[in-house]
T-cell receptor, first 113, second 108 residues
Framework: SQTIHQWPATLVQPVGSPLSLECTVEGTSNPNLYWYRQAAGRGLQLLFYSVGIGQISSEVPQNLSASRPQDRQFILSSKKLLLSDSGFYLC????????????FGSGTQLSVL | GQSLEQPSEVTAVEGAIVQINCTYQTSGFYGLSWYQQHDGGAPTFLSYNALDGLEETGRFSSFLSRSDSYGYLLLQELQMKDSASYFCTSPGFQKLVFGTGTRLLVSP
């Protein structure tokens, strides 16, 4: 069966510090991978998606970047965090043949102070 | 582009039936999915409608009308644990865009 792992669960970082969130998927190959951000009480904002190794599409200009060094690994990074980067970050995957069903990781609650 | 609109909040009592509506505008439409998210948790998939009509999964049903650019999620025999946020989504080319979400509050 397929599983998705995302860590850490919570993170408190000072403004200006770097960030690295990692997500890995098991039990499937060539998945579509996604990073979403959710502000408290709000909807999900798509940040990045990837359909293959090294292929990253960015949805919004921001202080963040993403990389996919391996087929089932997706990394969200920042060189210098801003206060506005605080939020709930969710990694997700879907089958390469369809996006009607996404499977989400447990999320990372990031607080930038 | 894509936009999906939902009511921000719906309230109901245990045992009742509630309908959460979703209207959409998309440049290319591939169907409508629904997700449930409890506070602090990750969204979980509930249902997907590729074609017009009603899809039933236990206490939850989802409906789609392409001609009206409209769908809804129907929750029957409401339980306290159904208190959560519900999102409609529309698969786009290589990505999934979420609606604004509806917070469902179930009271005793």
């Amino acid at each position: 069966s397929q599983t998705i792992h995302q860590w850490p669960a919570t993170l408190v970082q000072p403004v200006g510090s770097p960030l690295s969130l990692e997500c890995t998927v098991e039990g499937t190959s060539n998945p579509n991978l996604y990073w979403y951000r959710q502000a408290a009480g709000r909807g999900l904002q798509l940040l990045f998606y990837s359909v293959g190794i090294g292929q990253i599409s960015s949805e919004v200009p921001q202080n963040l970047s993403a990389s996919r060094p391996q087929d089932r690994q997706f990394i969200l990074s920042s060189k210098k965090l801003l206060l506005s980067d605080s939020g709930f970050y969710l990694c997700a995957w879907s089958s390469g043949t369809g996006q009607e069903k996404l499977f989400f990781g447990s999320g990372t609650q990031l607080s930038v102070l | 582009g894509q936009s999906l609109e939902q009511p921000s909040e719906v309230t109901a009592v245990e045992g009742a039936i509630v309908q959460i509506n979703c209207t959409y505008q998309t440049s290319g439409f591939y169907g409508l999915s629904w997700y449930q998210q409890h506070d602090g948790g990750a969204p979980t998939f509930l249902s997907y409608n590729a074609l017009d009509g009603l899809e039933e999964t236990g206490r939850f049903s989802s409906f789609l009308s392409r001609s009206d650019s409209y769908g809804y999620l129907l929750l029957q025999e409401l339980q306290m644990k159904d208190s959560a946020s519900y999102f409609c989504t529309s698969p786009g080319f290589q990505k999934l865009v979420f609606g604004t979400g509806t917070r469902l509050l179930v009271s005793p």
